[in-house]
């Protein structure tokens, strides 16, 4: 077994690695800016909702989020609207990874979206404990599984890191690296284009484990009141590319 000395964890998991671009905006002038008292979504208007009504506003929302003209919300509004209750649109599994803002990247509020998240963005039992919760119960209507370019936890499995609970939990993502390999051959962390189509697998692969080991999600699909579909970020541009699997 290779033991990676801690310097390049680091490295692999993004601290070291060079940050995603930033273009500065024109500064704005915050005094005319008045918050948008935005509605929390009601039961009846959830239910109302398709999944690719869903999926068209992650869309809409992700674009604002490249134009630069995210809504203006009054969380405090927000928070006590919510308080009585909850009727998301959608649950989202993303990276921890701390360059992804999920709710900003879809421009969502208060109450829009269940978020769960660990690094490399796998399926097990306690995310799809969260997920049937969300959709069976909760009434959401659509699963995206996102991941993200220069994932660190995919560099990490790729590289067969050793260290601590790592070790276990890169075991998650190895299954994709090793289905990549069977194509291109052996890649390591280094490789932009090897460990790019890594992370792609990697989130296809989340969305088979969820319809092989959720029947509750899957009757869901089948009823057509729920839609299963994977995304990747991109780090320099924060537009997301949606996935055909």
């Given amino acids: 077994m290779r033991i990676t000395k801690l310097p390049t964890l680091l490295f692999l998991f993004g601290t070291l690695s060079s940050a995603a671009s930033v273009v500065a905006a024109e500064p704005t002038d915050i005094s005319k800016l008045r918050p948008l008292r935005e509605r929390v979504l009601t039961q009846a208007e959830q239910q109302a ?39 998301p649109k959608a649950i989202i599994l993303s990276c921890v990874d ?26 097990n ?7 049937e919760f969300a959709c069976k119960v909760a009434g959401a209507k659509l699963i995206l599984v996102m991941g993200h370019e220069d994932c660190g936890a995919v560099k990490g499995a790729i590289d067969n890191v050793k260290l601590g609970n790592l070790t276990a939990m890169l075991k998650n993502i190895r299954p994709s690296v090793r289905q990549v390999e069977k194509v291109e051959g052996e890649g390591t962390s280094s490789d932009e284009q090897f460990v790019q189509k890594v992370i792609a697998r990697n989130v296809l692969d989340a969305i088979a484990n969820i319809r092989k080991q959720s029947p509750v999600l899957v009757d869901l699909e089948k009823q057509g009141t729920l839609k299963i579909v994977g995304a990747v970020y991109n780090m320099d541009s924060g537009a997301v590319e949606f996935l055909e699997d």
């Fill in 98 to 123: 701390s360059r992804v803002p999920v709710e900003d990247v879809f421009d969502r509020g208060i109450g829009d979206i269940f978020v769960t998240r660990n690094a490399g963005n796998f399926v």
């Fill in 49 to 87: 909702l398709t999944p690719d009504k869903v999926l068209e506003m992650l869309h809409a929302g992700n674009q604002r989020f490249l134009d630069g003209t995210l809504t203006l919300r009054d969380h405090s509004a927000q928070v006590r609207k919510a308080a009585v209750g909850q009727f």
């Fill in 125 to 131: 039992v306690d995310v799809l404990g969260g997920m």
